[in-house]
Nanobody, 125 residues
Framework: QVQLIESGGGLVQAGGSLRLSCAAS????????VGWFRQAPGKERDFVAA????????SYTDSVKGRFTISKNNAKNTVYLQMNSLKPEDTAVYYC??????????????????WGQGTQVTVSS
């Protein structure tokens, strides 16, 4: 069993930055791909970014490319999502998830086995 705990969310003005963290406990997830998803009120949970278990391969949804960076520290069992140049449309609850996938196969939520409880990100205009 893997427990994932997100942190780092909050309220920020447009153009600002936040860094989300996803810490794993219960079992090392050094061999799991990790993804970030987000869900705005009344909308579906959408893929944001993913990183391979080695931490070399990354993928992003088009709307965050060049602004968000996903990284992984296997020694700390933690994955980060650095979010820069935030926009009001980035407002959502952000979830991290762990699973077995690679490349574009990490885009669907169904491939992930474990999910965190989510952290709220609010970007004011």
């Amino acid at each position: 069993q893997v427990q994932l705990i997100e942190s780092g969310g909050g309220l920020v003005q447009a153009g600002g930055s936040l860094r989300l963290s996803c810490a794993a406990s219960g079992r090392t997830f050094s061999r799991s791909a990790v993804g970030w998803f987000r869900q705005a009120p009344g909308k579906e949970r959408d893929f944001v970014a993913a990183i391979s278990w080695i931490g070399v391969s990354t993928s992003y949804t088009d709307s965050v490319k060049g602004r968000f960076t996903i990284s992984k520290n296997n020694a700390k069992n933690t994955v980060y999502l650095q979010m820069n140049s935030l926009k009001p449309e980035d407002t959502a609850v952000y979830y991290c998830a762990a699973g077995t996938c690679s490349g574009y196969g990490c885009t669907p939520a169904r491939v992930y086995d474990y999910w965190g409880q989510g952290t709220q990100v609010t970007v004011s205009s």
